[in-house]
């Protein structure tokens, strides 16, 4: 049994979580599934396509960008999102390492 982790997660793993709970909503996983390849988004065009209000599609994205799925870019008054698909790689990469070093 590895106990040295029961206080404290290692420095590596300490966003997986985030990562993780925010890909646990189906709505937020519909928001990412939006996105073409390369596309920027604004969040007036995400709510324009969702069953939902500004307020939950808003909050859908704050935690999308909390876990560092979506990166923000501000033009004049409009906030352009897109996917940031390295940090959704990266958090695969350090699950498929700790599975593979537990086999």
């Known amino acids: 049994m590895k106990t040295e982790y029961i206080h404290a997660l290692p420095a590596h793993w300490l966003n997986v979580s985030e990562v993780y709970k925010a890909l646990g909503d189906d709505w937020r996983q519909k928001i990412l599934l939006l996105f073409e ?3 920027e988004l604004t969040i007036k065009q995400i709510v324009d396509v969702l ?3 500004r307020t939950s599609v808003t909050h859908h994205i704050n935690v999308l960008l909390d876990a560092g799925l979506l990166l923000s870019r501000k033009q004049g008054r409009e906030v352009f999102l897109s996917l940031n698909k390295h940090i959704l790689l990266e958090m695969l990469e350090r699950t498929r390492k700790y599975i593979e070093e537990e086999s």
Request: proline fraction near 33%.
């Open 51 to 53: 069953p939902l209000g």
């Open 37 to 39: 390849p390369n596309e």
